[in-house]
């Protein structure tokens, strides 16, 4: 089949969004498809950053656009980023030859609804990878009104191309329910959760060494949250835990990553004169697994409001480096499913007394093995989860032909 994916970022970039479609879209090329991207000819983190409009890697014809790159220090530029993004994939769209199938992504939001207009003229199936929910997410967070003009139609974006897609791909049984609650038939979405790295994420001594060394934490417990730095996984009460332990020699707390918030737990611990708080960018693929096997104790954190709206997927990773992680984060969602079939440390958003406690408990243990009764390979691992992947397009792909 000839596929058509639309995201925001790809190869090389290193956000989560850009490694999944990197991951199918190469393993959809090895299955013997012609595999088309368009996705964004800046950085994703760093629109200063910018890639060449068109070439192929590993099979996949990559076909970059052009949109502002005002960053994200601001709603308005992110809309503004977000719309030039979405208008210049539209027009390359209708400029391509007509696919067999389109996947959808959500970054940025709703390019579904760009996706699901190609039909059929432009595509014959719609499979809508669902990463998260928009408007929901922009709703939950207060920056829409629930029955304000714009929230309703954008929502009604969001159900056209939910109603078009011949297959949907959720991320856990709760981004499923709230699809299902739209009106949307549940026979046509799957649940296949984000995959681990795990050709090349996994515990490497010799990276946590060097890493640690460099960064000067080397006799440092070291609790990290590394990844995207975003409103819906606040991290108020980590830092609050970071300023009682700032008199601790023995504790460090890194942040690792981008995204919006990102800048502001910097000038945060550079205001407060937190010297136990460093913050780093993301780090090259290449270093990943250095990075994160450098962490002693790792931080998931979830807004308590977000729960099936957007999906966390570091845990998958640091399961993967076979890591001790604390949980910050609502009593039930996709991360309390994967802990209960393992063990890690627990707490709630406002507690800071108790995430103390749980990093101190963690520092006594000092743990090293991964959270009990978890097999990565079997239930998290690309090799499991792709071909589900692979498997839905193509049935999707064969729904009109």
Known sequence: MNILLLNQAFYPDVVATAQLASDLTAALVQAGHEVTIVCNSRGYDDPKLRFPNEETWKGVKIVRVGATGLGKSSRWRR???????????????????KFDVVIAMTSPPLISFVASLALPRRARSLVFWS?????????????????????????????????????????DRFMKQRIEAKGVDANKILVVPPWSLDDRVRFDPAGREEFRT????????????????????????????????????????????????????????????????????????????????????????????????????KIYNVLAVKKPFLYIGPNESHVTDIIGQSSAYVSSHGDVEGVVANILRAMRNAVLDSPRGVEVETLFSKNRLVPQMISAIEQGGRANM
């Open 131 to 171: 990463m998260d929910l928009n408007p929901d997410e922009a709703i939950a967070a207060g920056w829409l009104q629930p029955n304000s003009l714009l929230a309703r139609l954008l929502s009604r974006m969001l159900l056209y191309s939910l109603h078009r897609a011949d297959r949907i791909i959720a991320l």
């Open 79 to 97: 809309a503004a980023d977000f719309g030039t993004f979405i208008a210049s994939c539209a027009l390359r769209v209708w400029s391509l030859p």
């Open 214 to 313: 460099i960064h000067n934490l080397s006799s440092k417990f070291v609790v990290m949250h590394s990844g995207n730095h975003s409103p819906c996984h606040p991290l108020e009460t980590l830092l609050q835990a970071a300023e009682r332990l700032a008199e601790s020699e023995d504790v460090a707390f890194c942040f690792v990553g981008g995204g919006s918030e990102f800048g502001k737990v910097k000038e945060r611990a550079q205001n407060r004169g937190l010297r136990n708080v460093l913050c780093l960018p993301y780090q090259p693929i290449e270093k990943l697994s250095g990075s994160l096997s450098a962490a002693d104790l790792h931080v998931v954190v979830m807004g308590d409001q977000y729960v099936g709206i957007v999906h966390p997927c």
